[in-house]
């Protein structure tokens, strides 16, 4: 569903605000507004991508689906990111599930447009491709943290990872759905929210998460947190200050 569109308005995705004024100018004929809503499907596994997203205060989550139709999260994509990469690297098919973990709204802009002006080279195109890099130190350290720590550990990470796209303290998840996310039982899950609860960090209420102290909630997470966010800094330079 479109939104109408806003176009004075301050630019939500950090990684459009990143591009040259001149680049972003150039963009804006060919971006759309559009509402995001909860659990939308954005793309499936081999089906064709026809239209790239930046979002907002939304989140996208980028799923690996089983044949008995498991999934787990291979990816995340907030409003410092683009959902569509295999655009840009010379496909138009992905293996995985893109979908609306938090619901919010973003710009849409046709996939073959993009990629004509990705083609273009200059500031769109070496972002792009620095964004790519980032999103890969994502996934490849949510491998190493998925079999090496604790699912307290991870759900620190995730929830932090979170809260800084969606820049708030307060956001509805479930727990059946972070199980999910995390590749884990609903009920370790359970624990693990009951133990960050317990220490003071996070209040969990019907779904509804509200973190109460970021600091001790890092001092929880492993420092796979640390590593993407510097990752990300580094190589994009979108994150807050």
């Known amino acids: 569903m479109s939104v109408p569109k806003a ?50 205060h939304a989140i996208v989550s980028l799923v690996c689906v089983m044949e008995d139709g498991s999934t787990v999260e291979a990816g995340l994509v907030g409003n410092d990111g683009m959902v569509g990469l295999p655009i840009i690297l010379g496909g138009n098919k992905t293996s995985n599930r893109a979908f609306v973990q938090v619901a919010g709204n973003g710009m849409r802009m046709k996939a073959e447009q993009l990629k004509s002006e990705f083609n273009r080279g200059g500031a769109l195109q070496s972002l792009l491709l620095r964004y ?71 209040r969990y209420s019907r779904g509804k998460i509200t973190i109460l102290n970021q600091g001790d909630l890092e001092a929880i997470s492993c420092e796979c947190y640390g590593i993407i966010k510097a990752e990300f800094s580094r190589l994009l330079g979108t994150e807050h200050s």
Not at 13 to 34: C, F, G, I, K, W
Request: proline share 6%; with cysteine; net charge negative.
């Open 7 to 56: 176009p004075h308005q301050p630019i939500k995705n950090r990684l459009l605000a990143a591009l040259p004024a001149s680049e972003y100018e150039r963009l804006l004929p060919y971006l759309e507004l559009v509402s995001l809503p909860l659990s939308q499907v954005l793309y499936e596994l081999g089906e064709p991508i026809e239209y790239v997203y930046f979002p907002h």
């Open 132 to 202: 790519t890099q980032a999103l890969l130190t994502q996934v490849s350290q949510g491998v190493a943290c998925n079999r090496l720590h604790t699912i307290e550990e991870r759900l620190a990470r995730w929830l932090l990872t979170v809260q800084e796209r969606v820049e708030s303290d307060e956001f509805t998840l479930t727990q059946e759905f972070i199980a999910q996310m995390l590749g884990t039982r609903r009920s370790g899950v359970t624990v693990a929210a009951g133990t960050l609860s317990k220490a003071g960090t996070l």
